[in-house]
Every structure is written in structure tokens, then in C-alpha cells.
């Protein structure tokens, strides 16, 4: 647990980081399993605006703001997740 607080970033309240299946951090929405990159995926490719993701997510606009932020502020850390999620999808087997 203390590991996953000294990754938090004070400054963005509603992220946090958890690992995922692969054991990497991965930023997500605090008290909720949705990833920051989900958020980002959602605007960039669906084309949803930050109100629709959060109706269809059922978050705060609060929320949804705090991983915008986020995404301006580690945007590579998030475009290097998305890139990755992206190849994978590729490679499996349909």
C-alpha cells in the first residue's frame, strides 16, 4: 500500500494508481476501476464528449476533469499505455 500512495500525485485527487495484471501501475479513477487511458481512448476514438463519458461511466465531471489533467500532465506515460493495449489487441487472435 505504501508504495501505491508514494506513486499518488497530490495534486490530482481523483487519480490513483493501481496494478494491474501485469503488475505495472496503472492510473485509474479513485474508487473506481476505471483507467485514466479508458477516459482518454474514449474522447480520442469514440469520439464521446467529457459529458457523455460521464454519463456513461456514471462519474463526476470533477472526475473526468482530474484525468484530463492528468493525461496534459503524464500524456506519454498514457499514449505509451494506449500504444501498447493497441498492439496487443492486433496481435491476438480474433
Do not use: C, K
Not at 501505491?4 to 485527487?13: C, G, K, N, V
Not at 463519458?53 to 472526475?63: C, F, G, S, W
Amino acid at each position: 500500500m505504501a508504495e501505491r500512495q508514494s506513486l499518488d500525485d497530490p495534486t490530482f485527487f481523483h487519480i490513483a494508481y493501481r496494478r494491474g495484471a501485469s503488475g505495472q501501475p496503472t492510473p485509474i479513477i479513485r474508487g473506481t476501476g476505471i483507467r485514466v487511458q479508458t477516459i482518454i481512448v474514449a474522447i480520442q476514438h469514440w469520439e464521446l464528449t467529457p459529458s457523455q463519458i460521464a454519463v456513461e461511466y456514471d462519474l463526476t465531471q470533477a472526475q473526468i476533469n482530474d484525468a484530463l489533467a492528468f493525461y496534459q500532465a503524464r500524456r506519454r506515460e498514457i499514449d505509451a499505455a494506449i500504444m501498447v493495449e493497441d498492439a496487443l489487441e492486433r496481435e491476438s487472435p480474433q
